[in-house]
């Protein structure tokens, strides 16, 4: 049984449970189980509801999975915070918790021991109000830090915690108007802004997250070049040794952004949860151009992709 096909959806790896979770995405609310082998839908007795482009990561600190935000299916931004305790969902209801947003990034530090959320997007339209504060999670309350010179505003970024640097790598996302290709650092105290010899192309809804068996950070895919992602879906996979990028050439990755992913490290694997034909826009059947701006929507396809690391 494969997951209904969606985009934006949420994907962590449960390390208490050795399972990868997924939930919702497209406008869904569903949460899915992948054991190494085959999905499993669950069915918590309470769940979050729908969303897409929320932002989940599993805390290692209380072995439990968070999730927050996203936009619902009528366009309402969401700033609700959710627990995943490996049975069901929870609403908690923090004191104080970042503004509702969508495509933010969030990750777990190992060396602050909290869940540090970063950017997003905050009002509606094509391109809203996007964000460029940094919120710590501790396992019961939300704390805005005080940061001096964070990255620009942006949203759908990519984050992930580097175990071999204890340090979160931030890179890519867009503020509407362009793509980044910036890679950042965060040590717990400021945000760094790092200048690689070379690096990925400037992307965003990439998928980017810590390989323990390769001790490296991995970028996969994203869109990038033009307004236009349907046409502009990358494929390529990077990594990150704390210092520099290097493009590995001998693995094939899906296309495109909007995908999810995670590591098992129980099983050594890199999984990605991928949605493919979501368009398919009008081409003229001799120039294979593009004609117009408009997409004529087609079945989508989910694809579960795998990478044994080892």
């Not at 979050?48 to 996203?70: E, K, N, V």
């Not at 869109?223 to 493009?247: H, R």
């Not at 929507?297 to 992709?305: I, N």
């Amino acid at each position: 049984m494969q997951p209904p096909a969606r985009k934006g959806g949420c994907l962590a790896y449960d390390v208490g449970r050795n399972r990868t979770l997924l939930f919702g995405g497209g406008g869904l609310n569903d949460t899915w189980s992948w054991d190494g082998s085959s999905w499993t839908q669950l069915h918590p007795s309470q769940s979050p509801p729908p969303r897409t482009s929320a932002c989940m990561a599993y805390d290692s600190q209380h072995g439990t999975i968070l999730l927050f935000g996203g936009v619902s299916t009528s366009g309402l931004l969401l700033g609700d915070t959710w627990l995943w305790n490996g049975t069901t969902w929870t609403q908690l209801q923090p004191q104080r918790a970042p503004t509702a947003r969508c495509g933010a990034v969030m990750a777990y530090s190992e060396a602050q021991r909290c869940l540090v959320l970063f950017g997003g997007e905050a009002s509606g339209g094509r391109v809203g109000r996007l964000l460029n504060d940094t919120w710590a999670w501790n396992g019961a309350l939300w704390s805005l830090q005080a940061v001096p010179a964070p990255p620009p505003e942006r949203v759908g970024s990519t984050l992930t915690y580097d175990v071999a640097n204890r340090q979160l790598v931030l890179f890519g996302g867009t503020s509407g108007s362009a793509l980044y290709g910036d890679t950042w650092t965060w040590t717990g105290q400021k945000w760094q802004s790092l200048s690689p010899s070379t690096s990925p192309l400037p992307r965003a809804w990439a998928t980017m997250t810590y390989v323990a068996s390769l001790q490296q950070v991995i970028l996969v895919g994203g869109s990038s070049v033009t307004a236009n992602p349907a046409l502009n879906g990358l494929n390529d996979i990077w990594q990150w040794n704390g210092t520099a990028w290097g493009q590995l050439n001998s693995v094939s990755a899906p296309a495109g952004g909007y995908h999810s992913a995670a590591y098992d490290s129980t099983r050594q694997t890199l999984m990605i949860y991928a949605s493919t034909n979501a368009k398919l826009y009008p081409v003229d059947k001799h120039s294979r151009v593009p004609q117009g701006n408009t997409p004529t929507p087609v079945v989508m396809q989910s694809e579960t992709w795998l990478w044994h690391t080892t």
